[in-house]
């Protein structure tokens, strides 16, 4: 049986801690001032890479921010482990899906009590009924730091509870999500193919050659935010 990924949006805005959204309406409906879309160079370790064969782009979602990509390097991990994991695996698990796509963008595991871009968290992702059903889940908030700039930080649960495999292929794959890839690919093959399969593929070409088509993208990400800028 196939158990499908599911990724999910927390749109919240925060300025130098102040919560100006509690709930997730759209940034338009809260009369917020954005900045404008930029792009930026890519990544060397991206741009060094040539492209190579075909991507699944057209299923990544553009978002109100633009493309949810990482303006500043390297992104900073913080791991979670389960509270029982006398094996270690689940934090292995976790450490070797960042090796991975370190290949592709420059990371770096901070510890637990860190504040952190990314956190890898070993929990059972609850649905909106409360009930735990699914196997892992990417979500992310906006929020503006202390210099202005409009920010982004995502939170990926998985499933302790499942086979090692498995637990390494929702990470590689979720990780792909919080990277930028905010879509899924219709092919079995790729890390961030829909469903769970019952061999997980390794990060494929494809998968790389989306990432890079997605920092090739403009975003808001980054930059300042006027009505903050303008009270500076």
């Keep these: 049986m196939r158990s499908r990924w599911r990724f999910s949006v927390i749109a919240l805005i925060v300025a130098v801690g102040v919560v100006l959204s ?21 990544p060397s370790s991206l741009a060094t890479l040539p492209p190579a064969g075909d991507d699944y782009f ?13 303006t ?8 979670d482990p389960p509270p029982r994991d006398p094996n270690n695996l689940w934090a292995q698990a976790a450490q ?38 699914r196997a ?5 908030e906006l929020f503006v730091d202390s210099n202005g700039l409009l920010r982004h930080r995502v939170r990926v649960v ?11 292929a929702a990470l590689r794959h979720e990780l792909g999500h919080a ?8 092919l079995p093959t790729d890390a961030l193919y829909f469903a769970q399969v019952a061999d997980p593929p390794p990060i494929s070409q494809r998968d790389v050659n989306t990432l890079r088509r997605v920092y090739e993208q403009p ?14």
């Design 22 to 42: 509690g709930s997730s309406p759209s940034l338009a409906r809260q009369n917020l001032a954005l900045p404008p879309l930029t792009t930026y160079p890519l």
């Design 96 to 133: 070797q899906a960042v090796a991975e796509w370190s290949a592709y963008l420059p990371l770096q595991i901070v510890p637990p009590t860190a504040t952190a871009n990314i956190r890898l968290q070993s929990e059972r992702p609850s649905d909106q009924n409360n009930r735990r059903v």
């Design 136 to 140: 892992a889940e990417t979500s992310y």
């Design 179 to 186: 990277l930028g890839i905010w879509g899924h690919s219709p």
């Design 158 to 168: 998985v499933r302790p509870t499942q086979a090692p495999r498995y637990v390494l």
């Design 72 to 79: 500043a390097f390297p992104v900073t991990v913080a791991i």
């Design 58 to 70: 057209t299923e990544v979602q553009p978002l109100e921010v633009g493309y949810l990509l990482w």
């Design 219 to 232: 975003t808001r990400l980054g930059q300042p935010m006027p009505e903050v800028a303008s009270h500076g």
